[in-house]
Nanobody, 114 residues
Framework: QVQLVESGGGSVQAGGSLRLSCAVSGVIFSIKAMAWYRQAPGNQRELVATISSGDITSYADSVKGRFTISRDNAKNTVYLRMNSLKPEDTAVYYC????????WGQGTQVTVSS
C-alpha cells in the first residue's frame, strides 16, 4: 500500500529556514506528480506546491519566491525547502500524490515565531 512519511518540521523564528522531506513507498515514485499541502489551526488544508514527474513546479502565491519543491527519484523522496519563513506559515505540512491513490501522510508541524 502507499505510504508517505513527512519529516523535518520544527520551530523557527521568522526569517528562518526549514527543509521538509516526504519519503514515499508503495508506488512507482518517478512517474508520480507530488504535492505539499498545509493546514493551520481553524483553516482548511491548502495546496502549497506541486512538482510533476518532469520536475515542472507550481506554487501558491503566498509562498512563491520563498519555498522550493524538489524531488529525488533515487530516494523516492520529495522535499520542500522553506526560506524567509513567516508566522503565517505556521501549520501542519502534508505531502500527497497529486493523482490517485490520494493518501495523506501523518504531517509534520512547522511553527514560526515572530
Amino acid at each position: 500500500q502507499v505510504q508517505l512519511v513527512e519529516s523535518g518540521g520544527g520551530s523557527v523564528q521568522a526569517g528562518g529556514s526549514l527543509r521538509l522531506s516526504c519519503a514515499v513507498s508503495g508506488v512507482i515514485f518517478s512517474i508520480k506528480a507530488m504535492a505539499w499541502y498545509r493546514q493551520a489551526p481553524g483553516n482548511q488544508r491548502e495546496l502549497v506546491a506541486t512538482i510533476s514527474s518532469g520536475d515542472i513546479t507550481s506554487y501558491a502565491d503566498s509562498v512563491k519566491g520563498r519555498f522550493t519543491i524538489s524531488r529525488d527519484n533515487a530516494k523516492n523522496t520529495v522535499y520542500l525547502r522553506m526560506n524567509s519563513l513567516k508566522p503565517e506559515d505556521t501549520a501542519v505540512y502534508y505531502c500527497r500524490l497529486a493523482t490517485p491513490p490520494l493518501v495523506w501522510g501523518q504531517g509534520t508541524q512547522v511553527t514560526v515565531s515572530s
